[in-house]
């Protein structure tokens, strides 16, 4: 043996991953890494949300001889269902009194303008059977009188505007202004959105009563009336 190289032969064996790698599969250092829970939720695209529709407000504009502008409305209160003869909208409170067994509705609202609070009610009189969406007539008293499609409307202040000094009342709320006849007939135009409460409002007004002799003012809303402010 002297003399003579020892070649020692070295064998290999393959086992199942030299056996894939001979028929061209990619190595796994190679493969492209998972991506983690965290990208998968960054790159997820978002739902989007609908947009919710703004609630109808009260915006009120006033000309004549009274002029302004009221947003908004004081006091609001949430909706009320009761009967007719059980409940009182309270004084310079904005809320709607839904139908109840008898039919009562009654849209009321009290908004601000030049220091002056305006008390507004919108309702069905003693005639029974809620009102439907659409437009309507409303007239300046306790009862429609039996007329069809007709409301009933009140409007009442805290104060005279301006110098003018009206009734013999004093307290709030004590002013109290009409539909004249000689504009649209004494009545008001009011229309009503579905679910009752928001719609228009067209109206011609003058003081009830004054005193001193001092000249009416006459004046003229237009705009939204709402109950939910």
């Given at each position: 043996?002297?003399?003579?190289k020892?070649?020692v032969?070295?064998?290999?064996?393959?086992?199942?991953?030299?056996?894939?790698?001979?028929?061209?599969?990619t190595?796994?250092?190679?493969?492209?890494?998972?991506?983690?829970?965290?990208?998968?939720?960054?790159?997820r695209?978002k739902?989007?949300?609908?947009?919710?529709?703004p609630?109808?407000?009260?915006?009120l504009?006033?000309?004549?001889?009274?002029?302004?502008?009221?947003?908004?409305?004081?006091?609001?209160?949430?909706?009320?269902?009761?009967?007719h003869y059980?409940?009182t909208?309270?004084?310079?409170?904005?809320?709607?009194?839904?139908?109840?067994?008898?039919?009562?509705?009654?849209?009321?609202?009290?908004?601000?303008?030049?220091?002056?609070?305006?008390?507004?009610?919108?309702?069905?009189?003693?005639?029974f059977?809620?009102?439907?969406?659409?437009?309507?007539?409303?007239?300046?008293?306790?009862?429609?009188?039996?007329?069809?499609?007709?409301?009933?409307?009140?409007?009442?202040?805290?104060?005279?505007?301006?110098?003018?000094?009206?009734?013999?009342?004093?307290?709030?709320?004590?002013?109290?202004?009409?539909?004249?006849?000689?504009?649209?007939k004494?009545?008001?135009?009011?229309t009503?959105?579905?679910?009752?409460?928001?719609?228009?409002?067209?109206?011609?007004?003058?003081?009830?009563?004054?005193?001193?002799?001092?000249?009416?003012?006459?004046?003229?809303?237009?705009?939204?009336?709402?109950?939910?402010?």
């Amino acid at each position: 043996m002297a003399g003579k190289k020892m070649i020692v032969g070295v064998v290999i064996a393959l086992g199942t991953v030299g056996a894939c790698t001979a028929q061209g599969s990619t190595p796994a250092s190679s493969k492209p890494p998972a991506a983690s829970k965290y990208t998968a939720e960054k790159t997820r695209p978002k739902a989007s949300k609908s947009p919710r529709t703004p609630p109808v407000r009260t915006n009120l504009r006033f000309g004549g001889d009274i002029k302004g502008t009221a947003h908004g409305a004081l006091k609001v209160l949430h909706g009320k269902s009761g009967a007719h003869y059980d409940y009182t909208v309270p004084d310079g409170a904005t809320q709607c009194v839904m139908p109840a067994d008898d039919g009562a509705w009654e849209a009321q609202f009290t908004v601000r303008m030049n220091g002056i609070d305006w008390e507004i009610s919108i309702g069905n009189g003693a005639s029974f059977g809620s009102p439907k969406p659409g437009q309507h007539f409303a007239v300046y008293d306790a009862d429609t009188n039996g007329e069809s499609n007709v409301l009933t409307f009140d409007i009442a202040s805290d104060k005279a505007p301006s110098s003018v000094v009206l009734g013999n009342g004093l307290g709030k709320f004590q002013y109290v202004y009409y539909l004249p006849d000689d504009h649209n007939k004494g009545r008001a135009l009011v229309t009503i959105d579905h679910g009752l409460t928001s719609g228009t409002l067209d109206a011609w007004l003058a003081p009830w009563e004054q005193e001193n002799d001092q000249e009416k003012p006459l004046f003229h809303i237009t705009g939204r009336w709402a109950c939910n402010g």
